[in-house]
């Protein structure tokens, strides 16, 4: 039995020897393995370590990259804040404005209603402009009309004779009585253009046939009596004249237009026993002028 089991102890120290032998080659090449992994890990090491130091500068770079930031964003808050009270000083001045647009947008109504009116009215005034326009053009053509009759006229009158006489009696007070009727002699002279008036004689002579204003005065200062004027033409009395002094001073006077022809005479006389008076102040006055001729 103890040499069964001695066979047996041997069979199994051979199978051990034998099992050493086979398994000594692969430890070797296990270690190997493991070398070169160690080595390929030293590699991924040193890969990984400067993988790490660029991350570490990457998060350096990061960390200051994002201080940058917020302080970015401190300002960019800083800023809002600013632009937010702007936006509400906005929003007030706005509102201001809204308030003064309101009343501004009444008044812009109240000056376009104004407006219409005043249109209305410079409507009416330009018809009444053009109206008055239309007028002005027929008064002026009615004023040329009219001075080119007065230039018709100026040159019809250059050459017509300009005839007026008027002559006072006498400033020696009375005149008369006489005996007989008698031409009054105006002696004194205030215009006689033309020379038609003869102050000698008294008479006034028509220089050209047409027609003439021929006028006097006379005054009396016998109380309670009549006095007389009588104007003659051509030795014909055309014309009676009457006053009565009922006391102090009285005064006559008439006129009439006459036409003459060339070459008739005009002058005053009074009758018998008739009297006048006449001082410096000219109570008695003979005049006359030419209106046109004919």
Not at 128 to 135: F, I, K, L, P, Q
Not at 206 to 230: E, K, N
Request: proline share 2%.
């Amino acid at each position: 039995m103890r040499g069964v089991q001695m066979e047996s102890q041997m069979t199994d120290a051979s199978e051990r020897t034998n099992k050493q032998t086979t398994t000594l080659p692969d430890i070797w090449t296990e270690m190997k393995e493991l070398r070169d992994m160690v080595h390929n890990l030293g590699t991924i090491v040193v890969e990984q370590r400067e993988k790490l130091r660029n991350m570490e500068v990457r998060v350096t770079a990061s960390e200051a990259e994002a201080k940058e930031q917020r302080n970015t964003v401190t300002d960019l808050r800083v800023e809002l804040m600013l632009t937010k009270n702007k936006v509400e000083e906005v929003e007030k001045d706005n509102a201001d404005l809204t308030a003064g647009l309101s009343g501004s947008k009444s008044q812009v109504e109240e000056l376009q209603t104004k407006n219409t009116a005043q249109a209305a009215e410079l409507s009416t005034i330009g018809d009444r402009v053009t109206a008055s326009e239309a007028e002005n053009a027929a008064l002026e053509t009615r004023l040329s009309t009219c001075e080119s009759q007065v230039e018709e006229l100026k040159r019809a009158t250059a050459d017509r004779p300009k005839v007026a006489f008027s002559a006072g009696l006498t400033d020696s007070g009375t005149v008369g009585p006489f005996v007989a009727e008698t031409t009054l002699v105006y002696t004194k002279i205030f215009s006689n253009i033309g020379k038609a008036y003869n102050p000698a004689t008294g008479v006034f002579t028509a220089p050209v046939r047409g027609v003439y204003y021929i006028r006097f005065t006379a005054m009396s200062v016998q109380t309670s009596s009549y006095f007389y004027a009588y104007m003659y033409k051509n030795g014909q009395k055309i014309m009676y004249s009457q006053g009565y002094n009922a006391g102090g001073y009285e005064t006559l006077s008439n006129g009439v237009s006459l036409e003459l022809e060339e070459g008739d005479v005009v002058y005053m006389r009074i009758p018998a026993s008739n009297r006048l008076y006449d001082n410096s102040n000219n109570h008695n006055i003979f005049s006359g002028f030419l209106l046109f001729t004919v």
